[in-house]
């Protein structure tokens, strides 16, 4: 719905023929995995990132993983959002897939590299 190559006439009959196209055999595999069932499983800190411009996942989908580690007791999950980011968690002001290759650079946002840094500093040099 967002694609910018897709004129806006065009858009429903786009999504009918993607929807109407078989699912190649990593698409099939991908989408018979149940994430829940790994996440509850999850017994080490864990930071969840998360593009908030990402139309691949939905944002709930970051807090729902989340819920599953903490459901087997572990306390330690962090969940981050991090706004102007795609599903490639690169800046992107477009968001879809089909975009990535018109990107300015695949540079990770900052903000993203120093949240990640600092968890990762917090739990790996603890005193």
Do not use: C
């Amino acid at each position: 719905m967002h694609d910018p190559a897709i004129a806006p006439a065009d858009k429903e009959k786009e999504i009918q023929k993607q929807l109407a196209e078989e699912l190649t055999p990593r698409e099939k595999s991908v989408l018979s995995i149940d994430p829940l069932e790994y996440a509850r499983k999850v017994r080490v800190p864990a930071l969840i990132v998360h593009g908030g411009d990402d139309l691949h996942v939905p944002i709930r989908s970051a807090e729902r993983i989340a819920f599953a580690i903490r459901s087997n007791g572990n306390k330690d999950v962090s969940v981050r959002i991090f706004p102007g980011t795609s599903h490639s968690l690169l800046p992107d002001p477009i968001g879809v897939s089909s975009g990535w290759v018109y990107l300015p650079a695949f540079e990770t946002s900052p903000e993203l590299l120093d949240a990640t840094s600092s968890w990762l500093k917090s739990r790996l040099f603890k005193q």
